[in-house]
Nanobody
Framework: QVQLVESGGGLVQAGDSLRLSCAASGRTFSSYAMGWLRQAPGKEREVVAGISRSGGATTYADSVKGRFTISRDNAKNTVWLQMSSLKPEDTAVYYC????????????????????WGQGTQVTVSS
């Protein structure tokens, strides 16, 4: 079955950087778009960044543009989220997620199209 395992979360100070990793298994990684989503306490889950199956297209939430970078290595079955200039409002549980279907090369899923999820990793940014 599909498994997504996140790592790299932790407690950092405002302005610091952190890199999250997500290792995927169970199907052909390169065939599926991927994304990172987060959920802060008392808030709804939101898409932070998405990347097409080829890696050629990416999207970001306005709140993280210019600070976060999503990337993938299809040979390593891994997707990363590089986070810089972290702010206290970035505090959340971060989830790696995968599209359910194989779509065109440059497609990035909408939030409700992510089907497989990791267990999440906590990121806490102190002021």
């Amino acid at each position: 079955q599909v498994q997504l395992v996140e790592s790299g979360g932790g407690l950092v100070q405002a302005g610091d950087s952190l890199r999250l990793s997500c290792a995927a298994s169970g199907r052909t990684f390169s065939s599926y778009a991927m994304g990172w989503l987060r959920q802060a306490p008392g808030k709804e889950r939101e898409v932070v960044a998405g990347i097409s199956r080829s890696g050629g297209a990416t999207t970001y939430a306005d709140s993280v543009k210019g600070r976060f970078t999503i990337s993938r290595d299809n040979a390593k079955n891994t997707v990363w989220l590089q986070m810089s200039s972290l702010k206290p409002e970035d505090t959340a549980v971060y989830y790696c997620a995968s599209d359910r279907y194989v779509r065109r090369t440059d497609y990035i899923p909408k939030q409700d199209e992510y089907y497989y999820w990791g267990q999440g990793t906590q990121v806490t940014v102190s002021s």
